[in-house]
T-cell receptor, first 114, second 112 residues
Framework: RKEVEQDPGPFNVPEGATVAFNCTYS??????FFWYRQDCRKEPKLLMS???SGNEDGRFTAQLNRASQYISLLIRDSKLSDSATYLC???????????????FGAGTILRVKS | EPEVTQTPSHQVTQMGQEVILRCVPI?????FYWYRQILGQKVEFLVS????????KSEIFDDQFSVERPDGSNFTLKIRSTKLEDSAMYFC??????????FGSGTRLTVV
């Protein structure tokens, strides 16, 4: 089983649409959770951290369900500039506490069209 | 905004040659990482580095790979004898605390 699983998409949506991405992780000891955005051939960039209580940043809402080991990202009022690959990322504390490597999902491709 | 700088942006090398990928992390960061991304695949952890030593490495990071922080500012990844399958984007990252990773813009390594 993959450590972090995502629907690869692509999700093709019109401008203004609401789109939701899901992610599951296999390691129940996972400590921290993030959504990153990656544009073609660029570095991953942090979109938002994900907290157990759920959190919102403008048009973006992230949810975490630890019991189900499930993370979601909702994008409202999609813009053309939202077109990218969205990466679900968890940290699993390594043997050395400060290792804290990131474990990436393969990403979900979003294409927003006018 | 502080950034992680990687050079070169693109490196082409012949199979069997040694390559050194360079990174300048953010100056007050303490934890350093290398990740790689083969075209069309996910970002994969290679190695983490703290207090001048490797703190964790993945199965990918075999004897062909090494890391160094030679002068307190640069952080390098060396591949001793490159293989075709080493072709990938290599991302350096650094962080200060529990989160807050900053990634460099990457080096695209092409092995021919």
């Amino acid at each position: 089983r993959k450590e972090v699983e995502q629907d690869p998409g692509p999700f093709n949506v019109p401008e203004g649409a609401t789109v939701a991405f899901n992610c599951t992780y296999s390691n129940s000891a996972s400590q921290s959770f993030f959504w990153y955005r990656q544009d073609c051939r660029k570095e991953p960039k942090l979109l938002m951290s994900v907290y157990s209580s759920g959190n919102e940043d403008g048009r973006f809402t992230a949810q975490l369900n630890r019991a189900s080991q499930y993370i979601s990202l909702l994008i409202r009022d999609s813009k053309l500039s939202d077109s990218a690959t969205y990466l679900c990322v968890v940290t699993i504390t390594g043997y050395m506490e400060y290792g804290n490597k990131l474990v990436f999902g393969a990403g979900t491709i979003l294409r927003v069209k006018s | 905004e502080p950034e992680v700088t990687q050079t070169p942006s693109h490196q082409v090398t012949q199979m069997g040659q040694e390559v050194i990928l360079r990174c300048v992390p953010i100056s007050n960061h303490l934890y350093f990482y290398w990740y790689r991304q083969i075209l069309g695949q996910k970002v994969e952890f290679l190695v983490s580095f703290y207090n001048n030593e490797i703190s964790e490495k993945s199965e990918i990071f075999d004897d062909q790979f090494s890391v160094e922080r030679p002068d307190g500012s640069n952080f390098t990844l060396k591949i001793r004898s490159t293989k075709l399958e080493d072709s990938a984007m290599y991302f350096c990252a650094s962080r200060q605390g529990p989160s807050g990773y900053t990634f460099g813009s990457g080096t695209r390594l092409t092995v021919v």
